[in-house]
């Protein structure tokens, strides 16, 4: 299998595309007939009724899409809240958006100290095994293709995850700065000036790491398997790390219902128009709220919202 | 039910312990004479096996802990990593430590933006809903006292734990000075000082905020549901950040087979010797290693070995 940067760009270019969708499906949004069947169907099991209806919306969405979008990103929050069903479903998603030739990205933002980062790493991207005396296989749990990480406990809760990307060809986006109105009280620090560097804000900081943490593992295209999740929110900072991480893929959260713009993303990208990709969630997955044609047209009204997005996104490259 | 903190200082004060049990439930660790029952059981089924491997082994150490330890902190990753059915048993686990009297820490580390942090607030602390449509009661799905936060999100993504907690008397524990060696990396980096503040490091800022946030729920003992994680690793970073955090219990990782001794917790404590609790896994469920009495004897080494623990730790109070 070829480096995961590679996957990616190979992807967006065969695709004309830097869609991704988000599928977080929030389970009163999810359309009633849907609904309907599964809490019918499992009537004393609501865990199992919500699980199996989010998988049967995100097949929808994922058949609608799959030639559109270049991967989807399924948040586990949506998931992991109907428990171990909900986790069932979640690596279903995932196994089914890869048969059908997406990528995926589990958008999990773990991150621990190193021991409990391996464990993660290992399910997320590689195998677990089972120790060696009753068992001697190992095991494909979530099978992704990368997965966000949360990068507050330094280099050592994040080295485990770029070992499992270099042995599996997976990759991981790092938070860096995020799309939310708060993400400054932390991100923006302004740190002191040392002997290299002026003062700079801790994002600033977060991004010269990533960028050197990825440095040896570079793809053919020029992208190393450590990625990063900026948000569109932010377009200023957006331009300012995009010169910091030249071989950084950005992940790009926030276009769409949080409020930025094809224009406020152009930042995002390098100059050949490549580097990174634009997440939308809900104004992919739901469209059909506004699509006039009722929820039966679920997945048609997700297709149209993300040939739309990607011709919006396409334009200002 | 009582305020989270309260519960937690009544449960210290009654066991006479700041312990506690840490379980981070390694497979290849756990006793062969319980792994080979279900690798037999579920030769097909391996994530069956382990799942049902580390339940049986949780269920030992909670029943041999369960008047010494004020509390037990699963670590979800290890349970994560096998899928579904390891998330069963995460749940089972939380289960039965509070059915024998224990408080429970789900150790997730989760953080994420709003609308997401809710939805785990709500699975992990709470109840979830199933829409209004088809079923129309909540369901507690993790059911778990309290939780581990990450902060990088600012306090947007740490407002809906702290609203989850205040419906549901819980508590988190956010993330301020990890034990592992790179937390500096981001975690002590000296921020600009500004019109209040002297140059000050990640750490202590984190520290400020974690205060304020919890300012206004603040149980009968004094202590608010907003606790932080503080490694007892860092010693003298804990002693400052116990100045600057009065009113918030430090969970406090590190101790045993990360490195630290009693003396090294003390300053994690307020004068009255409240005001903390310390974890130790490994020391505790793997006792049996260095106990010479072979594996069967799991429990009642994990059992001598939180004894010990705890008295080491009062010794210095």
Redesign the interface.
Same mark, same amino acid.
């Given at each position: 299998m070829k480096h995961f940067s590679d996957r990616l760009i190979e992807a967006v270019k065969a695709k004309k595309s830097a869609v991704c969708a988000g599928l977080?499906p929030r389970?009163?949004k999810i359309p +009633?007939f849907i609904? +309907?069947k599964y #809490?019918?169907k499992y009537a004393e099991f609501?865990?199992k %009724?919500?699980a199996e209806s989010i998988l049967e919306f995100n097949k929808g969405i994922i058949d609608a899409v799959k030639d559109i979008a270049v991967c989807v990103k399924p948040?586990i929050?949506?998931y992991?809240?109907?428990? &171990?069903?909900g986790?069932?479903v979640f690596?279903e998603t995932i196994k089914y958006a890869k048969s059908q030739g997406l990528l995926t990205i589990a958008d999990a +933002?773990?991150?621990?100290?190193?021991s409990? &980062?391996e &464990?993660?790493a290992? &399910?997320f991207l590689g195998q677990?095994n089972?120790?060696?005396? #009753?068992?001697s296989?190992e =095991?494909t749990?979530?099978g992704a293709d990368s997965m966000t990480v %949360?990068?507050? #406990?330094?280099?050592?809760?994040i080295k485990p995850f770029i070992e499992e990307c270099k042995k599996n060809n997976a990759g991981i986006f790092i938070?860096v700065k995020?799309?939310? +109105?708060?993400?400054?009280?932390? =991100?923006d620090? !302004?740190?002191?000036k040392d002997e290299k560097n002026m %003062?700079q804000p801790?994002f600033h900081? !977060?991004a010269r790491?990533v960028e050197s943490w990825g440095a040896d593992d570079i793809g053919e295209k020029g992208y190393s398997c450590v990625g990063v999740v900026v948000g569109a929110t932010y377009p200023a900072q957006a331009a300012e790390l995009r010169k910091l991480m030249p071989h950084t893929i950005f992940l790009v959260p926030g276009y769409g219902a949080q409020g930025a713009a094809a224009k406020d993303v152009s930042g995002c990208f390098n100059k050949d128009g490549l580097g990174a990709i634009i997440n939308s969630s809900r104004e992919i997955c739901f469209a059909y709220e506004k699509y006039g044609k009722g929820e039966e047209s679920y997945a048609e009204a997700a297709r149209n919202a993300a040939i739309k997005m990607s011709d919006d996104i396409n334009s200002v490259l």
């Open positions: 977080d389970l009163d +009633k609904r +309907k #809490f019918e609501p865990l %009724a919500a948040q929050a949506f992991e809240m109907f428990g &171990a069903e986790i069932a690596i +933002k773990r991150g621990d100290i190193g409990t &980062a &464990a993660y290992r &399910a677990v089972f120790g060696t005396d #009753f068992y296989g =095991q749990v979530f %949360a990068p507050y #406990f330094g280099y050592d809760g938070l995020t799309s939310n +109105k708060s993400s400054g009280d932390l =991100q620090l !302004m740190v002191e %003062a801790v900081i !977060m790491y």
